[in-house]
């Protein structure tokens, strides 16, 4: 797959119109909303060139989580051709989990569209919070790892579900509903048990958003512990403004630790070369804080945050 982008124009008209859609020749994707997908493969790269990687059977398994409707799947594995993985006799695995069936019947004909009968991404319906390799392989996601290897994946990416508002330069209503709630409404949240008629709107607001930020923390930590191998690469993004879904889930993640009480990731920063326009949005801890203002005004809000799971691969 040759990779080339182009900025399509307000005005430009219905997407599905314009030319080389139906064939397949190009799918559309916010530029920030690639750049979780690009880190990802940018430390597989490194890690290839790397002396004594490891892989099972020559393949590099890669795990999209939270993936339909298929614009980073189809980016992993685009950017699973380059010459890095090719020379080295290499072949990109791409698994693609989403828990919603008919999300994941749009997933597969987008990528029918794209790569036609010789899709390299196997889609899989599924709750990501109670998925491991061995449940994943028992669907038909994957073979089997070889000996010697250890099971799970070389790199995942979980972008989790969130309140959005990095996407409220095109839907300014996102904004107006997810505004974060306030602490007293939280309070009032964890206390009640299932809301009731008497329930105020901004505690239910409230208990809304803490149930996204419980299905976040647990969507990453079951990532981080049962399916990216160690030595792996797990990037968690999202598409929100809001500290609390971004800056917040990954210092949860980087506090999660293992059996012995060790930390169970280590921190992967992400450096400006890799992130071509966005090198302004690099923050000191190493992760990715873009801003709608950046790429005059032409991307969405994103934060991508970018981990190796420790212990050898």
């Known amino acids: 797959m040759t990779r080339a982008c182009c900025l399509l124009e307000p005005g430009t008209g219905g997407v599905s119109a314009l030319p080389g859609f139906k064939e397949g020749a190009w799918w559309v994707q916010d530029a920030a909303a690639a750049t979780p997908a690009t880190v990802l493969m940018s430390a597989l790269r490194a890690q290839v060139r790397a002396p004594g990687f490891a892989c099972d059977d020559s393949r590099v398994r890669v795990l999209d989580m939270c993936a339909a409707p298929g614009g980073k ?16 006799g290499l072949t990109v695995e791409v698994t693609a989990v989403d828990v919603d069936a008919r999300r994941v019947q749009t997933m597969r004909a987008n990528l029918h569209r794209i790569f036609g009968d010789a899709c390299p991404v196997r889609s899989v319906v599924g709750d990501g919070r109670s998925l491991d390799v061995a449940t994943l392989e028992a669907k038909g996601a994957s073979k ?6 250890s099971a799970g994946f070389a790199g995942a990416l979980l972008d989790v579900p969130c309140s959005a508002t990095g996407t409220g330069r095109r839907r300014p209503d996102v904004l107006r509903k997810a505004l974060p709630p306030t602490p007293r409404a939280l309070r009032e949240a964890s206390r009640s048990c299932d809301g009731g008629r008497d329930e105020s709107s901004d505690v239910a607001a ?11 923390a647990a969507l990453a930590e079951q990532c981080a512990r049962f399916l990216v191998r160690p030595g792996g690469v797990l990037v968690y993004a999202s598409c929100s403004l809001l500290l609390e879904e971004g800056e917040g889930q990954a210092a949860a993640l980087a506090r999660l630790t293992d059996e012995s009480g060790a930390p169970l990731l ?36 994103f934060f991508v945050a970018r981990f190796t799971r420790r212990g050898a691969g």
């Not at 409230?206 to 976040?216: M, S």
Request: with cysteine; glycine share 18%.
């Open 73 to 88: 799947c189809a980016q992993l594995a685009g950017l699973g051709g380059c010459s890095e993985f090719a020379s080295s």
């Open 144 to 149: 089997g790892a070889s000996k010697g290897v």
């Open 206 to 216: 409230a208990r809304d958003f803490r149930g996204l930020l419980e299905l976040q």
């Open 266 to 301: 280590s921190p992967l920063p992400i450096t400006a070369g890799e992130v071509p326009g966005f090198g302004r949005a690099v923050t000191r801890e190493g992760w990715l804080r873009v801003l709608p203002g950046c790429l005059d005004d032409l991307c969405d809000g």
